[in-house]
């Protein structure tokens, strides 16, 4: 293995774009790591930790996926990863929640600073607005890493402040 390297990009979101960004990697000698996929209004951003063969550089993977006309008029990076790829206990998922209803200034940051408070990782997070009967529901969802001494309380914590709010609150232990 030559290196890693974290593979960016955004672009207008359109059919084909994870099967043409993964086949080109594949075809490159690329394996995937950890990578991610999400529309984000009318655009879409993946990112990828990826293993580099031999003698394939951040530049040549660069030039190459800016040369992919499922990238055309993308913004494209590619720069060498230098965290470690293996997870750490702070990445295993133990929860997942999901909160919905109506969209609220500073929704995100108050429900990510009670996970803060317990010591708890947020692995990923998912929000997005969704089209409803009654106009629009905004609906975020957390994976997340919260140490078993302090599930029970934090969980709590995160249902009655959705409740405090008027929102719906739904947990899953992994």
Do not use: W
Not at 1 to 27: K, Q, Y
Request: charged residues 20%; aromatic residues 6%.
């Amino acid at each position: 293995m030559s290196g890693l390297a974290l593979v960016s990009t955004f672009c207008p979101d359109r059919v084909g774009l994870v099967s043409g960004i993964t086949g080109h990697l594949f075809e490159l000698g690329i394996n995937l790591r950890d990578a991610t996929f999400a529309s984000l209004g009318s655009g879409a951003e993946f990112s990828a930790v990826c293993e580099l063969p031999g003698g394939l550089s951040v530049d040549d993977v660069q030039a190459s996926l800016t040369a992919l006309p499922e990238l055309a008029g993308a913004e494209v990076k590619v720069t060498p990863f230098a965290f470690d790829p293996v997870p750490g206990p702070q990445a295993l998922i133990t929860h997942r929640v999901e909160v919905s209803g109506g969209d609220q200034p500073g929704l995100v940051a108050r429900l990510s600073e009670i996970f803060t408070q317990f010591a708890a990782n947020i692995v990923r997070l998912d929000a997005q607005t969704l089209p409803d009967r009654d106009g629009e529901r905004y609906a975020l969802r957390f994976s997340v890493a919260i140490p078993p001494e302090r599930a029970d309380v934090c969980l709590s914590a995160i249902a009655n402040t959705a409740e405090a709010l008027s929102l719906n609150c739904k947990t899953e232990a992994l």
